[in-house]
């Protein structure tokens, strides 16, 4: 092996060892554009899924029954399945999709974040693992509007 | 150049748990028309610990004002570093590090 053979050869091992961290990293407002826009929560699960038929196990959302500020909504995914892709939909704002989160390697589902709601409505998470559809979903009251309306 | 993300990580049983607060308007469309300002929200985050991925999310318009994240990984080690990066609308991006306790 002479010396460019050499070098050639590390810059491959170099790619191959780049791409996979690449691979799995996916902006999905680049990849699935209509999702975000969609105004139906069913609408909005077939673009990011490709599917809406969910089962309805196997993954708890936490919510507040009375969110006082709907500004401020805390809600938490969590999940023991192996899943892929986590979103979470709403119905009360003018477009559905609130949240699609990659799951990685190493990573566990549970995850907690704040979204804001203009009125009462519900919250769905869904979970997608090994092909299938697990979601929850729940009702949150909100007593002030947060979309500033 | 706004405040950098309020990053707190912490190991307990093989498990990292980490909890952090972006530091962004999240303008939604309603809200931006009320206000005469410019739509502008977090439409990306990604967390990364030694240069792979550990959390990644798109995100919309309805998230609070100040973003908080949690949430929980495995294969870490004490001192390491959680790196967290956002991108808006706007285009800036902001990349901000925590290390794991």
């Known amino acids: 092996m002479n010396r460019r053979n050499f070098f050639s050869v590390g810059l491959g091992v170099l790619a191959l060892s780049v791409v996979p961290s690449t691979l799995s990293a996916a902006n999905f407002r680049e990849t699935m554009p209509k999702a975000w826009t969609a105004s139906k929560v069913d609408s909005a699960m077939q673009e990011v899924f490709g599917s809406s038929t969910t089962i309805n196990s196997k993954v708890k959302l936490k919510a507040p029954d009375i969110a006082e500020n709907g500004a401020v909504i805390p809600l938490t995914v969590s999940s023991k399945l192996a899943g892929s ?16 989160f990659t799951v990685p390697e190493n990573g566990i589902i549970d995850y907690s974040i704040r979204i804001k709601m203009q009125k009462t409505g519900n919250v769905y998470a869904v979970v997608e693992s090994e092909g299938k559809l697990y979601a929850a979903s729940k009702v949150v009251k909100v007593t002030i509007g947060g979309c500033g309306g | 150049m706004a405040k950098k993300t309020r990053i707190k990580a912490k190991l307990k049983k093989g498990i990292v748990t980490v909890k952090a607060l972006a530091n962004h308007e999240m303008l939604s ?4 028309k009320s206000k005469k300002k410019d739509v502008n929200f977090i439409t990306y985050m990604t967390a ?3 240069d792979k991925i550990v959390y990644e999310v798109s995100t919309s318009q309805f998230l609070s004002k100040n973003p908080y994240i949690k949430f929980k990984f495995k294969g870490a080690q004490k001192g390491d570093k959680v790196v967290i ?17």
């Open chain 2, 85 to 101: 990066t956002w991108n808006d609308l706007k285009g800036t991006t902001q990349e901000s590090t925590g290390k794991i306790k």
């Open chain 2, 48 to 50: 990364k610990v030694n």
């Open chain 2, 29 to 32: 469309y309603r809200e931006a």
């Open chain 1, 85 to 100: 892709k986590v979103a979470i939909f709403q119905d009360a704002n003018p477009e559905s999709t609130v949240a699609v």
